[in-house]
């Protein structure tokens, strides 16, 4: 399974940004998808995840009402759309896919342990 991540850049405080995450070697229709993000000197943190269903997404609290993941099974690929961003945001991020199939839930999709495989990362920079 390989995850290709794209869709960074630079971009002021306020802008938006959409990374993009295309899926080969499996179809994603079954499985829940992830984002994660690493600052410098920090470890990697949850982002964002959206079940096999597409029907609930869960996000971390500092990104509520920012961002919103989506997903298009037919192209295999999974979206974030990222706005009214802070230099917070600041990161790699990184897509993942769930290990289980028909998993849900925000305790088990925001853990890093139960996705296994994972993308290159894309670097998103915020500037004030």
């Known amino acids: 399974v390989q995850l290709q991540a794209f869709g960074g850049g630079l971009v002021q405080a306020g802008g938006s940004l959409r990374l993009s995450c295309a899926v080969s070697?499996?179809?994603?229709?079954?499985?829940?998808m992830g984002w994660f993000r690493q600052a410098p000197g920090k470890e990697r943190e949850f982002v964002a995840a959206?079940?096999?269903?597409?029907?609930?997404?869960y996000y971390r609290d500092s990104v509520k009402g920012r961002f919103t993941f989506s997903r298009d099974n037919a192209k295999n690929t999974v979206y974030l759309q990222m706005n009214s961003l802070k230099p917070e945001d600041t990161a790699v991020y990184y897509c993942?896919?769930?290990?289980?199939?028909?998993?849900?839930?925000?305790?088990?999709?925001?853990?890093?342990?139960?996705?296994?495989?994972w993308g290159q990362g894309t670097q998103v920079t915020v500037s004030s």
């Open positions: 959206i079940t096999w269903s597409g029907l609930s997404t």
């Open positions: 993942a896919a769930d290990r289980r199939p028909f998993s849900s839930g925000s305790s088990y999709l925001s853990r890093e342990s139960n996705y296994d495989s």
């Open positions: 070697g499996r179809a994603i229709s079954n499985y829940g």
